[in-house]
């Protein structure tokens, strides 16, 4: 097999059958040019089809029956639990694959399949690891993308992803792009943390790659619903600071938005007449368990499954961060009152202490692995579930 090529799909089923027949379509024709002596696919081509798919609806039953008749080779991996969402599937894609050349494409046609000749073209050449699709090299266009806010949101977010990795992605003008062909040696599976989609931008971000580009029109979907929204948004901007900053950069972050709704807490709270000491209880136990719920979705996601039950974190969290308040408000008084420092350099000095003792402590604690063996409790089991849906497949 000379090339696998990979369809992540969540609710594809009215694009199937029009996917693969242009797919089948592309590579026969391409292999008619080349025994007639034009330049192309050799004749001979083997490639194959792998559905990664995901989905909830008939997607599963019609693959199989236009794999029955498909001119190509036609495989079908259906996932009960989308773990990684899309990415998740790109990164089971190249494990199951054939081949060691991967190309990844979209199954709504909003990636044109007569352009996978051209990527395996200028991929064979040998001089290059990645074959990026681009809606925004010389020719390309993003005439597919909904309306102007999907096209603006789509411009920045390219823009502030290229300032943040200038060198990484110096020859990729559209890092976030879900149509690429990709030598799968070249990829450090172990190294990827997929949070559902834009997988591409992950893989370039880790690891120094030769890249390439083709340009081609991002089309109209041939059928069914964008699935953008919002909360892909929000994983798009979690993976984004991730890949640049890590983990610590997420946790100070949650910490931030921590303060500042203690702050509007206790505001509130004060406003309704409620005395300023309960009022600060109520806010720092509420920010303690809105900071939990953020970390374990956004900050240590990857650390759950191998870690204690989901009510067992939380309880080391729960009960280190009030004890660590107990300990560093005397600290404070302490600063105050015998080493004259004002009280607020003497609280950001102790939060900024208190910030890397959180986060070595849930690092190493919270989220340590459970003994070999030890069997996942229905509650986590239950939560793990939440968040394969919550990490569905999206776009951008």
Known sequence: MQLSIIVPTYNEAPNVAELVRRVCAALERVAVESAAGEPGIPGGFEAEIVFVDDSTDATPDVIREVAASASLPVRLIHRTIATGGLGGAVLEGFTAAESDACLVIDGDLQHPPEKIPELWERFSRGDVDVVVGSRYAGGGTSHGLADRTRVLVSKVSTAVTRAMFPIRLKDVSDPMTGFFLIDRRAVDQAMLRPRGFKILLEILARRPLR??????????????????????????????????FGKMSL????????????????????????????????????????NFLLQERFVFHDMRHSAASGWLRFAKSFTFNNAEALVRIPIIALMVESWHFSAVVATALTLVVAFFVRFVFHSLVVYAPRKPGAEPSPARRFVEELDAQATAPGEL
């Open 251 to 290: 946790f100070a972050v949650i910490g931030g938005l921590g303060a500042v709704a203690n702050v509007a807490i206790v505001w509130a709270l004060t406003q309704l007449g409620v005395g300023y000491i309960v009022a600060a209880i109520i806010a720092a136990e509420a920010t303690i368990i809105g």
């Open 211 to 244: 890249v390439a580009e083709v340009p081609f029109d991002f089309a109209d979907r041939h059928a069914g619903e964008s699935k953008a929204s919002v909360r892909q948004g929000v994983h798009f901007l979690t993976q984004l600071t991730a890949l640049r």
